[in-house]
């Protein structure tokens, strides 16, 4: 079965400075990997996604994330956060075979202050 | 085009209660996915439709939960009884296929059992 391990339930930063959200996934076969954001009050918001070929997968508002097989870490980064990045980002990871069957990790609270 | 409508945003009852939410998905997604969101941790499948069509529903409560898709567009998910644990904020997403990545999310029924 597959997981999802995200290690820091909250992480606070200045506003624009850099950042790194951690995850860790656990399969036995190769994956899909995506991050999701939820803002307060909002249902989840596709950030990028990791599905095959580049392991430097760009998403939008800036951030990105590097798929590393070898480690089995899918790292969510943003060089300069901005205020309106608080909000909650979730991991997640599927097999490719039944793509759209996710399994999510716990979240990351991201609160960036001035 | 229009997001994914979910209805009541907000739910609170009394245990033993029963209760239930509506889903209408993006037009044209064929695959339709209740979600279980309980504070702090991600988002857990419930049930996954393909058209009125049950894919998975391996981890639904079926002696208190059920779910119909019965025209294969929009959806509804009962509590019956509900018990303190269902308190969560209820997913609904949709897909244009099963073998799509990408879920669209609304924005969550929030339910509170006291």
């Known amino acids: 079965a597959q997981s999802v391990t995200q290690l820091d339930s909250q992480v606070p930063v200045f506003e624009e400075a850099p950042v790194e959200l951690r995850c860790n996934y656990s399969s036995s076969v190769s994956v899909y990997l995506f991050w999701y954001v939820q803002y307060p009050n909002q249902g989840l918001q596709l950030l990028l996604k990791?599905?095959?070929?580049?392991?430097l997968v760009k998403g939008i508002n800036g951030f990105e994330a590097e798929f590393n097989k070898s480690q089995t870490s899918f790292h969510l980064r943003k060089p300069s956060v901005h205020i309106s990045d608080t909000a909650e980002y979730f991991c997640?990871?599927?097999?490719?075979?039944?793509?759209?069957?996710?399994?999510f990790g716990t979240g990351t609270r991201l609160q960036v202050t001035l | 085009e229009a997001g994914v409508a979910q209805s009541p945003r907000y739910k609170i009852i009394e245990k033993r209660q029963s209760v239930a939410f509506w889903c209408n998905p993006i037009?044209?997604?064929?695959?339709l996915y209740w979600y279980q969101q309980i504070l702090g941790q991600g988002p857990k499948l419930l049930i996954q439709f393909q058209n009125n069509g049950v894919v998975d529903d391996s981890q639904l409560p079926k002696d208190r939960f059920s779910a119909e898709r019965l025209k294969g567009v929009d959806s509804t998910l009962k509590i019956q009884p509900a018990k303190l644990e269902d308190s969560a904020v209820y997913l609904c997403?949709?897909?244009?296929?099963?073998?799509?990545?990408?879920?669209?999310f609304g924005a969550g029924s929030r339910l509170t059992v006291l």
């Open positions: 037009s044209g997604h064929a695959t």
């Open positions: 997403a949709s897909s244009l296929d099963r073998g799509a990545n990408v879920l669209t």
């Open positions: 990791y599905l095959s070929g580049s392991t």
């Open positions: 997640a990871v599927s097999d490719p075979g039944t793509a759209s069957k996710l399994t």
